[in-house]
């Protein structure tokens, strides 16, 4: 089976803070997905690769950046953290041509105080 | 712009009762339509559809896909308190609904 790990279950993060939320994936996809995901508001798309070193914003790029510098590794980066980014971050990952859609990691929540 | 869009947001039944949850989509490049069954933690597969008219079934869930009016609908029968969940639809690539919320009381 597939597995998307993301580094931490539950992080509490002061204001003006650099976040950094790690997800890896183990079965060489192609293509890697950071949402976020709010009470009402469903999941939302931060950024999206679909390649090493290619990124692309979602839906609500604002205040968050990507890297993927490895396959397997994509890196969600909030540069100065607001109350506001307080929030689920579910990351997930597909091949290019996919059967069952996303494979999701178990989410971080993040606080922001 | 890209939107899905699911209805109702939130449903609350008794155990035994069917529902049936909807989801309609406008996704550029639409290649599939998803959903997926959330508990306490990451959201987990149950159905896939591409093609128009063909119904999955699992259990007592299924799902059907219309692609000429783009729209889905997931049907659960015999509703247990264990299908609490919220439920999301996604039209893959990429663009997931808000979900629905349903509670199923004893």
């Known amino acids: 089976d597939v597995k998307v790990t993301q580094s931490s279950r539950y992080l509490v993060k002061r204001t003006g803070e650099k976040v950094f939320l790690e997800c890896v994936q183990d079965?060489?996809?192609?293509?890697m997905f950071w949402y976020r995901q709010d009470p009402g508001l469903g999941l939302r798309l931060i950024y999206f690769s679909y390649d090493v070193k290619m990124k692309e914003k979602g839906d609500i790029p604002e205040g968050y950046s990507v890297s993927r510098e490895k396959k397997e590794r994509f890196s969600l980066i909030l540069e100065s953290a607001s109350t506001n980014q307080t929030s689920m971050y579910l990351c997930a990952s597909t091949p290019p041509r996919t059967g069952t859609g996303y494979t999701f990691g178990s989410g971080t929540r993040l606080t922001v105080v | 712009e890209d939107k899905v869009v699911q209805s109702p947001l939130s449903l609350v039944v008794h155990e035994g009762d069917t529902v049936t949850l909807n989801c309609s989509y406008e996704v550029t490049n639409f290649r599939s339509l998803l959903w997926y069954k959330q508990e306490k933690k990451a959201p987990t597969f149950l159905f896939m559809l591409t093609s128009s008219g063909i119904e999955k079934k699992s259990g007592r869930l299924s799902s059907i896909l219309d692609k000429k009016e783009l729209f889905s609908i997931l049907n659960i029968t015999a509703t247990q308190t264990g299908d609490s969940a919220i439920y999301l639809c996604?039209?893959?690539?990429?663009?997931f609904g808000a979900g629905t919320r349903l509670t199923v009381k004893p």
């Open positions: 079965m060489d996809h192609e293509n």
């Open positions: 996604a039209g893959f690539p990429m663009r």
